[in-house]
């Protein structure tokens, strides 16, 4: 059974930083494209970070650039989102989102395999 876990979610305060992650089991994902998708309460999910299955090429959301960082360790099996100078519009439950293709897509349609997410909550 393939299982996305992610972890490192919390209380953070505005401006403070957090390092997320997302350890798979089941299947490897060296091969796969993996990206972090965000839903804020009453809001759509929305894609925040993606990384081709060699982490040679990166992808961001305009709102997170500069300010979020997507990596992985093919040999942990797990990727990382080390978000910084959080803000309160970043405040959502994060999902971790798997993909068969190797480059990163910024549609959820384009991931197979799916988190059951952690809470980011920030306070001012």
């Known amino acids: 059974q393939v299982q996305l876990v992610e972890s490192g979610g919390g209380l953070v305060q505005a401006g403070g930083s957090l390092r997320l992650s997302c350890a798979a089991s089941?299947?490897?994902?060296?091969?796969?494209?993996m990206a972090w998708f965000r839903q804020a309460p009453g809001k759509e999910r929305e894609f925040a970070a993606g990384i081709n299955w060699s982490g040679t090429t990166t992808f961001y959301a305009n709102s997170v650039k500069g300010r979020f960082t997507i990596s992985r360790d093919n040999a942990k099996n797990t990727v990382y989102l080390q978000v910084n100078n959080l803000k309160l519009e970043d405040a959502a439950v994060y999902y971790c989102a798997g993909s068969w293709r190797q480059s990163v897509t910024v549609l959820m349609d384009g991931y197979q395999y799916w988190g059951q997410g952690t809470q980011v909550t920030v306070s001012s």
């Open positions: 089941g299947r490897t994902f060296s091969n796969s494209a």
